[in-house]
């Protein structure tokens, strides 16, 4: 994708921002964003999710520890709180309301906040359990809310292995509630193996992923009436 000199330039800023967890630059780069005008959606995924993706990189080959990666993320929620009202996508037909939380035991909500931003900004209604959720606590909330989809996330491997307990808890309450799963360590195989219905690898492609399952979701119940 081609960038304006002004979005190259942010985005530039933004990711230095979050990869040497310059916290105050951060916000001040989101705001010069903001008033700008410039895309705040490009602006969080190219600049903050970017500089995360350069963090990763370096907390896997121990360069970074997790003093160093906890204020990287705070550099990063801190630009995503000023960008977050501009974020604007194309708010489509379909629309539907999500489960949204990340599995027992683990703590890395970071990707978490990005589907729920870019959710939020596409005009669907997420119920966000938070991080560190007890198994239970999707089956219920997705009964009280009757929400089309529950949104399981997980970057460890030993908070993953939940999915395969919760996935089933969920369908014995709901069979017809579709169950997207994600995260670092899940694959086309784990969707398979945990009986899951899809995933994807990054907000955007959830997004679109949703959106064909509640189309789907929405025709069968049309041919059903
Ligand atoms: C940031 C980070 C942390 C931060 C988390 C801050 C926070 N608030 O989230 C801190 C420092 C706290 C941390 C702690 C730990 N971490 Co850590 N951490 C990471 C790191 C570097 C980056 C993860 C991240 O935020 N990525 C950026 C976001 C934007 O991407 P994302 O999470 O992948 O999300 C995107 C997609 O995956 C997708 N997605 C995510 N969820 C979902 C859900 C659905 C339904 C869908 C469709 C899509 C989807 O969309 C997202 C947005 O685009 C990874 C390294 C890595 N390679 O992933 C290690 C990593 C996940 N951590 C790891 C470990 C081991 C730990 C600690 C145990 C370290 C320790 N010694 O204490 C603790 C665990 C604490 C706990 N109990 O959870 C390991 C896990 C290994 C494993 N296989 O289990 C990793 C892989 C590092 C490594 N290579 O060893 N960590």
Redesign the pocket.
Known sequence: MAFTEKETELINKLKDDVINYKVEDAKKHAQEAVNAKVDAYTMTMEGL?GG??V??EK??SHEYF?PE??L??KALYAALDILKPHIKMQKGAVRGQVVLGVLQ????????N??KAVFEAAGWTVHDLGRDVPLQKFVDEQMRTDSDIV???A?????MVGMKKVIPMIREKNPNVKI??????ISEKTVEEFGADS?????PN?LQ?AIHMVDVLKKGEMTAK
């Not at 997207?180 to 360590?185: L, N, S, V, Y």
């Open positions: 999710a995360m993706a963090v990763s907390f896997d997790v990666t906890l990287c993320a035991g683990d703590v890395h909500d970071l990707g978490k990005l589907i949104m399981l996330s970057l460890m491997t030993t908070s997207m799963i994600g995260g670092a360590p995933t994807a690898d990054n907000a959830a992923e």
